[in-house]
């Protein structure tokens, strides 16, 4: 894909001294490349260290090689919404999660640029939406939870499912595995946040209900504490909580600051000097920086024209990935000024 645009309105007066090993761009320069997606992008996430993958409307999911502006593969086959999406590094395997009830698990063999039309294996089961995906790379399955109350889990070796556990309102928001481990931990609907032992399918712990939907939750690398966000409207709501996972009954803090629906969320991956950090996406169009220690809202970086952000992922270069409904995929990166002071600005979108 080639570059379509290389100013941006955003214009940045401080030298910063970035963390990650991402070139510090000029100024006022992002790279602006065709979009890969033709409707909104739901979801991201990181592929190892090549990349992202995004997923959308359109019924696609892609994985991008975003400082060169191109496409490694793209997959067909879900007929709805691909709702979620997801890299198990030791299967080597995609998988994805859709409004047509299905999960599918993907090659990433074949040339750069091509389109795979056909998944390995069709996970088939739940009888609404899939909004949940974690690998467990431990035992080599695959945990799903939908909007239908239940929380599967499934052989990647068959495609058949070994067990499913169904738990009233518990309408799953999002999945994630805590690393190294066969737990997973899931976000619903009916505002609490759970962990599944995956090795009995039975709820390993489950925290009390927040005033708020839950619509997203990460764990941090060292497995010790979880991140959710809450839905809202007009600043109620709308926050970031952080949990101990030695005990998940309520939140250690909150962290208040989006005027609207807090849609994505996700750990920074440890850097020296420098206190735990995570970010969170947003309805209102910013992305946000916190200081897990401190509570404070390191920077805000806002998003024009994105409509709604719908989520965000970081990947271990420092580069950070966000899905939006009317500006495709965002690539951020952050840095210190010579001040000391955080800064965080758009480098690349398509």
Not at 33 to 40: L, W
Not at 179 to 190: G, H, K, L, N, Y
Request: aromatic residues 6%; proline residues 2%.
């Amino acid at each position: 894909m080639g570059l379509r645009q290389s100013k941006s309105k955003t214009n940045s007066t401080k030298s910063a001294k970035y963390m990650s090993s991402i070139p510090e761009p000029a100024s006022d320069e992002v790279k602006r490349y065709d979009p890969v997606h033709t409707d909104a992008v739901l979801s991201v996430s990181c592929l190892g260290n090549n990349g992202f993958l995004s997923a959308g409307a359109d019924q696609t999911i892609v994985s991008y090689q975003w400082q060169e502006g191109k496409v490694l593969q793209k997959w067909t086959g879900h007929c709805r919404d691909v709702t979620k999406v997801a890299y198990s590094q030791a299967l080597d395997r995609v998988f994805s999660g859709s409004r047509d009830k299905t999960a599918k698990m993907w090659t990433r063999e074949g040339a750069a640029g091509t389109t795979v039309n056909e998944a390995i294996l069709t996970f088939v089961g739940h009888n609404l939406v899939v909004n949940g995906l974690a690998s467990v790379d431990v035992s080599r399955r695959l945990c799903t939870g939908g909007r239908d109350n239940s929380v599967r889990l499934w052989d990647t070796e068959t495609g058949g499912c070994i067990k499913e556990v169904t738990t009233s309102r518990n309408l799953v928001t999002h999945m994630v595995t805590i690393p190294r481990t066969e737990m997973v931990i899931q976000s619903s609907e009916d505002k609490s946040i759970r962990i599944w032992d995956t090795r009995t399918l039975e709820e390993s712990s489950v925290s009390n209900k927040k005033s708020y939907i839950q619509t997203c939750c990460d764990v941090r690398s060292d497995g010790t504490y979880c991140l959710s966000c809450s839905n809202g409207f007009s600043g109620q709501g709308c926050e970031a909580s952080i949990w101990d996972l030695r005990s998940l009954r309520d939140p250690l803090r909150e962290f208040k600051g989006h005027s609207q629906t807090a849609s994505g969320c996700c750990f920074l991956h440890a850097q020296s000097n420098s206190s735990p950090m995570f970010l969170t996406c947003s309805h209102d169009q910013t992305v946000k920086l916190w200081d897990q220690s401190s509570g404070d809202c390191l920077c805000t970086v806002s998003l024009s024209g994105s409509k709604q952000l719908t989520s965000i992922t970081a990947n271990t270069d420092g580069s950070i990935c966000v899905g939006s409904f009317e500006t495709g995929v965002q690539i951020l990166s952050i840095g210190q000024d010579c001040n000391g002071l955080w800064d965080m600005k758009p480098v690349a979108q398509y």
